[in-house]
């Protein structure tokens, strides 16, 4: 038996929370390992390869890159922070032999860095600390460590996992160090860690075959490209192969294209060995969590499990008087299509029919990941109408739990009360308070899920834009009770036209409006916000009679206080139960589910 544990490979998943610095890392180790030609123009955060990850400077979708260090070849998943992309993540630890953990060294571990540090332990993998932000002027490196320890200890780390290295690096500049005093010029403390700390893929060439499907990817050319890691055995190019699917059947398909990577290029291959990461062409209709083997004597590899998604939306056709005029796709088949093609690469989310052919109840981990799959889908075309995401809910004994969240909070102390007030109508419970000194304060509660919904931009609002809030499942419990939702009604538009300055202006002490004049509205749309609870329609498009009587008061001038424009999860977070958002590649409207008002 030949037994690989000479390779050269290292197989490697970098974990963080949102922000702290996974993706500009890997931009340097890239930069540095000599993958990009001298005078070649590479953009920075070259991970974060599509449109919205560069708008809003987060990962969305995990990425594999390659690169080599003095003959061995260091494989990386750049995984993402959001717990909404868990799936993401849980994907990524399935096909690497150790994680690169990386905190940053003012903020601390944070509620993802939890989330993320569960799961690779969980896996059995060892870590690798990287304390990052070294440069900050706020860092407090040697308390940020004692509460990574902490951390560890607090997830059951075994003594082997609790003796990791630790490296402290500066990203942005490119540099790492093994001691706080050493002169450092470049990464390669960190390469050296990789290579002498992560243990070498292990498997057998003359094993039977296995692949295990952690990414899916499309080519124009090729087709479907099923991205995974080789556990055992060797592949040819040309080889027979075997996909067990997950029900278990056998489908059998000849590999025509291998790739491996190295930087942001994937480079033909000829043959794989236990260790490699490849993207295979000539696989139809494989999904996630399936195995490549041997035609002939299949050995499946165990499936991949997912978190259950614990929110829901129910999507559906546009059905406004404006619909069709923006986008391309406006009907159910372009609506079930797309939510089928999402279903293949991502694995978080389900869809079951709702109610009617045209609406289809989206289930995922949170209201972002839903959030960035219709952003995706306005840009592409797309028109769709979407209603308030609800909560999914257990019944265990024969009672309702609901899943609660672990929220943390950052905020400066004056608003500490504040806060505290808003957690408590939210049924949220506090676990931790803890004080740096520096002036914030970090909160941590226990709150249903549903407590927030809507949350983000009321805290914004409380705490004049300082606050910080990460979120994590952490279970399920009995239902809470109930939680009064928006306390105030909407200004409903009760006839078709085009809004008026005169209107708004006349309007503007009954709430706040949404629109600004000029703009089309129909009847049933919401154009603002009512300072009661109830619902009040207005005529937003009526105009000043003119005459050629003079007033005094006539010639005024008139103010206009500037609207408050929504985005996307702004939309999700305001609507009601009788209430959709329209959705198309050019605007975001609101309105009613009834658009008659003698029918509501």
């Known amino acids: 038996m030949d037994k690989i544990s000479t390779s050269t490979t290292r197989n490697i998943a970098i974990v963080a929370h949102v922000d702290h610095g996974k993706t500009t890392l890997v931009d340097a180790m890239l930069k540095q390992s000599g993958i990009f030609r001298s005078n070649e123009q590479v953009a920075d955060r070259v991970m974060d390869s599509n449109d919205l990850e560069r708008e809003r400077g987060i990962t969305i979708l995990s990425k594999i890159t390659g690169v080599h260090y003095h003959g061995n070849k260091i494989n990386i998943v750049d995984t993402p922070g959001h717990s909404d992309f868990g799936g993401e993540v849980e994907r990524a630890l399935k096909i690497v032999d150790g994680v690169m953990l990386l905190v940053d060294a003012s903020e601390g571990p944070l509620p993802q860095t939890r989330y993320v540090l569960m799961k690779a332990l969980e896996a059995g993998l060892p870590p690798i600390v990287v304390i990052n932000k070294i440069d900050r002027p706020d860092a407090r490196i040697q308390e940020v460590l004692n509460e990574v320890y902490d951390l560890f200890i607090d997830l059951d780390a075994n003594e082997e996992q609790l003796d990791f290295p630790v490296i402290y690096a500066n990203a942005r500049a490119g540099v790492a160090k093994i001691n706080l005093e050493d002169e450092a010029t470049d990464l390669r403390p960190l390469f050296d860690t990789i290579v002498s700390h992560i243990p070498p893929p292990v498997g057998e060439t003359s094993g039977v075959f296995q692949l295990l499907v952690a990414n899916l990817d499309y080519s124009d050319y090729l087709g479907r490209l099923a991205i995974g890691r080789v556990f055992q055995g060797e592949l040819n190019l040309g080889d027979e192969v075997g996909i067990v699917k997950l029900d278990g059947s056998l489908q059998k398909t000849r590999i025509t294209k291998m790739f491996s990577f190295e930087g942001l290029k994937r480079v033909e291959e000829k043959r794989g060995v236990p260790g490699d990461m490849l993207a295979i062409a000539g696989v139809e209709g494989i999904t996630i969590g399936e195995t490549i083997t041997h035609p002939d004597t299949p050995a499946p590899l165990p499936r991949i499990q997912i978190d259950e998604p614990t929110i ?94 672990m929220l943390t909070i950052d905020c400066p102390e004056q608003f500490v009360g504040t806060v505290m007030e808003k957690m408590g109508a939210r049924k949220g419970k506090m676990a931790k308070m803890v004080n740096h000194g520096s002036g914030r304060v970090r909160l941590e509660f226990h709150i249903p899920s549903r407590g927030l919904i809507g949350l983000r931009s009321e805290m914004l609002t409380d705490t004049k834009g300082t606050a910080i809030m990460n979120s994590l499942f952490h279970g399920y419990a009995e239902w809470q009770g109930d939680i009064l939702s928006r306390p105030t009604g909407s200004l409903v538009s009760d006839r078709a036209g085009k809004s008026t300055g005169y209107a708004i202006w006349n309007l503007q002490e009954r709430g706040e409006i949404f629109i600004s004049p000029a703009t089309e509205v129909y009847e049933g749309m919401i154009i603002g916000e009512n300072s009661r609870g109830t619902d009040l329609d207005v005529n937003i498009v009526k105009e000043k009679k003119l005459t050629n009587m003079r007033s005094s008061s006539a010639d005024e001038a008139i103010r206009l206080i500037p609207p408050r424009l929504m985005n996307l999860e702004q939309a999700i977070e305001f609507v009601r139960d009788d209430e959709f958002v329209e959705v198309t590649p050019q605007s975001i409207r609101l309105r009613k589910k009834t658009l008659k008002a003698n029918q509501r």
């Not at 056709?317 to 406006?330: C, K, Q």
């Not at 075309?381 to 909560?391: C, H, Q, T, Y």
Request: charged letters at 30%; zero cysteines; glycine letters at 10%.
């Open 312 to 405: 829901a939306m129910n999507f559906t056709i546009n059905t406004s008087p404006f619909a069709g005029r923006e986008g391309h796709y406006v009907t159910s088949r372009n609506l079930r299509d797309r939510l089928d093609k999402e279903l293949l690469t991502n694995v978080s989310i389900k869809v079951e029919q709702a109610g009617g052919p045209d609406t289809f109840k989206v289930m995922g981990r949170g209201e972002l990941q839903l959030a960035i799959l219709i952003e995706i889908m306005r840009r592409e075309g797309f028109e769709l109408m979407v209603g308030k995401p609800e909560i999914l809910t257990k019944t265990i004994d024969g009672k309702i739990h609901e899943p609660m969240e």
